[in-house]
């Protein structure tokens, strides 16, 4: 028996029920994941499926079945003209169901990793890149209002010894704070957000603010070795660098 399943919001398809349940094993068909063959009035998770025994098929005639101009919508498993749709990262959404869909996501339901779109390499870069940007302004203004305080005339006192350690400990603070404190509460920094994308956990959801602060240090990490630890994102299936392996979190487009 042909199965058929859906894989970022399009029919994939048909597989074998053996090969089915081995998608499932490897973590491709969730258990939300919506699959039909033919005799099934509609599409229906797996794990609906499943409870009842793959391999039994209904007496309903089939459903229409997605083409490459329709798509199944993630909500209601139905299947419509892909420009009536809404897209959000991998997956699409009837109008119907657009109202509930949003409402989900204001609410931070989590969406299963086959509905998310990994941020590639070069945008995450340019994230990092305008985040090390801000903070390098912040530094230079803190140097610069400091810096009336290191050019005064006369002999030395002892707190112009101690003047870098504040600045160096000033800036290490805020680095932090702002790391996690954005990524911990809206889950992204402001360098993220310009490029549209955020850091979410590995089944979509929220990230934590210890994880957050986790996550600070394990990218201390990626960079000591000679960044290697940030261009492990360029190779890796879910473009996670060194430190989303470490944390478990993934970083998606918006």
Same mark, same amino acid.
């Given at each position: ?5 859906? =894989? ?10 053996s ?28 794990h ?13 005639? +089939? ?5 490459? =101009?329709?798509?199944?919508?993630? &909500?209601?498993?139905?299947?419509f003209?892909?420009?009536?749709m @809404? %897209?959000?990262?991998g /997956? ?14 204001? &609410?931070? %339901?989590?969406l *299963?990793?086959?509905a998310?779109t990994?941020a590639t !390499? ?15 302004? !912040?530094?230079?203004?803190l140097?610069m209002?400091t810096?009336s305080?290191r050019?005064? +005339?006369g ?8 003047l +870098?350690?504040? /600045?160096?400990?000033?800036? @290490? ?7 996690v404190?954005?990524?911990?509460k809206?889950? %992204? ?7 549209? @994308? ?10 934590s603010y210890?994880r957050?602060?986790?996550?600070y240090?394990?990218?201390?990490? *990626?960079?000591? /070795? ?6 492990? %994102?360029?190779?890796?299936e ?6 989303d392996? @470490? ?5 998606v487009?918006?």
């Amino acid at each position: 028996m042909n199965w058929y399943y859906v =894989d970022a919001g399009q029919q994939a398809g048909p597989v074998e029920e053996s090969q089915l349940e081995e998608l499932q094993r490897n973590g491709k068909i969730q258990r939300d994941t919506l699959v039909w063959h033919e005799g099934m009035a509609n599409w229906q998770p797996y794990h609906e499926v499943s409870a009842a025994g793959l391999g039994v098929a209904g007496g309903a005639p +089939p459903v229409a079945t997605a083409t490459l =101009d329709t798509g199944v919508c993630a &909500e209601c498993g139905g299947v419509f003209n892909l420009q009536d749709m @809404i %897209a959000y990262g991998g /997956i699409h959404v009837c109008a119907t169901c657009k109202p509930v869909f949003m409402q989900k996501l204001a &609410e931070g %339901a989590r969406l *299963s990793p086959s509905a998310m779109t990994y941020a590639t !390499f070069w945008t995450r870069f340019a994230a990092v890149f305008l985040d090390g940007l801000i903070m390098w302004v !912040f530094s230079f203004a803190l140097q610069m209002a400091t810096l009336s305080f290191r050019v005064t +005339p006369g002999p030395p006192s002892p707190g112009m010894f101690i003047l +870098p350690f504040v /600045i160096f400990f000033v800036q @290490i603070a805020v680095a932090l704070s702002y790391e996690v404190v954005m990524v911990g509460k809206y889950g %992204a920094t402001l360098g993220k957000m310009a490029c549209k @994308i955020k850091v979410v956990t590995a089944d979509g959801g929220k990230v934590s603010y210890l994880r957050a602060l986790g996550r600070y240090f394990a990218k201390m990490l *990626s960079g000591m /070795i000679c960044l290697v630890g940030y261009i492990m %994102a360029g190779f890796d299936e879910e473009k996670r660098a060194l430190h989303d392996r @470490i944390c478990d979190t993934r970083v998606v487009l918006k």
